[in-house]
């Protein structure tokens, strides 16, 4: 760390990462039925190659201070990527270096427990991302203040509605201030109002964090709010560079709509 309190590094760094994952097979009549009217495919079950490459020998680092949009079409391995950074996943090879604290805006509600009260939620999902009950509690009056769900803090969440988890989760998910913020697809859902108040709070979150890491279908995003795009297919780095990549995916796309 330098005198300014940068980092000397970088402050990620992904080499030759790849992930694998086991194919299930059906093994319900139900099931089976069920597939074919979704037209899943398996592997052969008397095959030994029942699994697939999620990600194959990716490659890049990031300085403090980077904004990475991550993109490419769905299944493309961009959501794979992000849980293996926030350790959610083991890879299967190959090693991630991280410097500084990371916190994942994966899934909103991750952990929730229908049957504990609002409050007791919030300890839950904090101690799931792995902060520490002292950290949380100073916090707690900010989170229901912020949601607008004060006079529901002794409510079991199952009396929740849809909207009202998703705020609580919103406001859990960005109370924290960490190093490496990662974002999946998340723009806060709501009511106008709610919305407004939403993005501003994780605008904040983002410029204050040290590392952004943000998967998106929105090109928009990644132009506004990034300086380095990740172009994922099929698991491999198709491109990686400035928000030009942004424009490059766009252009091959572009025809046929596949976002």
């Given amino acids: 760390m330098n005198s300014d309190g940068a980092l000397d590094g970088p402050i990620l760094e992904i080499k030759d990462l790849s992930m694998r994952f086991r194919i299930e097979h059906p093994t319900t009549l139900k099931e089976q039925v069920m597939n074919v009217l979704k037209r899943r495919r398996y592997a052969n079950p008397n095959d030994n190659n029942t ?40 890879p299967s ?31 839950l999902t904090a101690s799931f991302y792995g902060f520490h009950k002292h950290e949380v509690t100073s916090l707690v009056d900010e989170i229901f203040e912020f949601s607008e769900l004060t006079a529901f803090r002794d409510q079991p969440l199952k009396i929740f509605s849809t909207g009202m988890q998703a705020r609580l989760g919103f406001t859990i998910c960005t109370s924290m201030t960490p190093d490496i913020l990662v974002l999946d697809e998340v723009f806060a859902p709501g009511d106008a109002h709610w919305v407004q108040k939403a993005l501003k709070r994780l605008h904040e979150m983002m410029d204050s964090a040290r590392l952004l890491i943000m998967a998106t279908h929105n090109m928009g995003h990644v132009k506004n709010y990034c300086n380095k795009c990740l172009w994922l297919h099929a698991g491999q780095i198709k491109a990686f560079g400035g928000v030009e990549v942004a424009d490059q995916y766009l252009k091959r796309y572009s025809s046929c709509q596949k976002f």
Avoid: H
């Fill in 51 to 90: 699994s697939f490459w999620a990600l194959r020998d990716v490659c890049f680092s990031l300085e403090e201070g980077d904004r990475l949009g991550v993109i490419g079409v769905n299944g493309s391995g961009k959501s794979t990527l992000l849980n293996l950074i926030c350790g959610i996943y083991k």
């Fill in 93 to 123: 090879a190959g090693t991630i270096i991280r410097r500084g604290a990371i916190f994942p805006v994966l899934q909103m509600g991750l952990g929730f427990d229908s049957e504990a009260t609002a409050e007791e939620n919030v300890y």
